[in-house]
């Protein structure tokens, strides 16, 4: 039985493009993530200042 050492899949694309796919994906994630963690810091920055869409009004 031959065990072939080639490194291209059946869908034709090789091994570094499928690392630089997933590499892409990850990148896109973290991205996702950062704009997410962003968009929640002014989101209690506003809170704790009672400055922007959450007003803390207090009676």
Partial sequence: MEVSSST?????????DIMKKAQDVQAQQIEKILQSAQEQSKQMTAQKTGVGSNLNITG
Avoid: M
């Fill in 8 to 16: 291209q899949t059946s869908s034709g694309l090789g091994q570094t």
